[in-house]
């Protein structure tokens, strides 16, 4: 009775009484020991930087401090680290760095040879536009294209000014802060040309 025992114990208990066993004397009728999983029906809907942030030590600037508190001795020494690294972040939109970019080659093209800064913004002002994000169709055409009597009906600006206003961007970078440009074009041009793709 005993061998019995052990040698049907993976039969289910209906396989069992087939077979002519007596429970309890042949064999043990066990519940089956697997927990039955139940399929969860909802799907996760958040995000991978939501769920991300849900493990995350540091949920909020709040929490900046006790995380400091854990990686550094003093506070001064947290400090040090902020400043250095914040140095590292442009403030500037880098629309306004890719449009530096942009105008520096234009400039350079056999094409623009001889012609002052303010023709060759001209020529490609509809691509200057998208940097500085202004709608081209509200710009105003051209003199030379002008018919009289007949004028943009969307007009909000003067060309001269959005050329104006290109050029001041282009000066307080290029010129003003050469370093930070060309700091950028070695460090970050291929990064954001890389995400605009």
């Excluded at 400043?83 to 760095?97: G, Q, V």
């Excluded at 509809?126 to 051209?142: K, R």
């Excluded at 290029?174 to 700091?183: E, L």
């Amino acid at each position: 009775m005993g061998k019995n025992k052990f040698r049907f114990k993976t039969l289910t208990v209906r396989e069992a009484l087939k077979k002519g066993l007596q429970p309890y004397k042949d064999f043990y009728p066990l519940k089956n020991s697997q927990p039955k999983i139940k399929k969860n029906t909802k799907k996760d809907t958040r995000s991978l930087m939501e769920i991300m942030m849900d493990d995350s030590p540091l949920k909020s600037w709040a929490d900046l401090g006790n995380c400091a508190k854990d990686l550094y001795d003093t506070p001064g020494e947290a400090l040090s680290v902020l400043a250095r690294e914040s140095i590292k972040l442009t403030k500037a939109n880098p629309k306004t760095f890719m449009l530096c970019e942009f105008l520096e080659n234009a400039k350079k093209l056999k094409v623009n040879k001889g012609k002052k800064f303010n023709k060759i913004i001209d020529d490609h002002l509809e691509q200057c536009c998208s940097f500085i994000e202004v709608d081209y169709d509200t710009v105003d055409i051209p003199k030379s294209e002008m018919i009289v009597g007949h004028r943009n009906k969307k007009v909000k600006y003067s060309r001269q000014d959005i050329i104006d206003r290109v050029v001041t961007r282009h000066a307080n970078l290029v010129i003003k802060q050469p370093d930070k440009y060309k700091n950028w074009l070695v460090e970050y041009s291929h990064t954001v040309r890389k995400l605009l793709k």
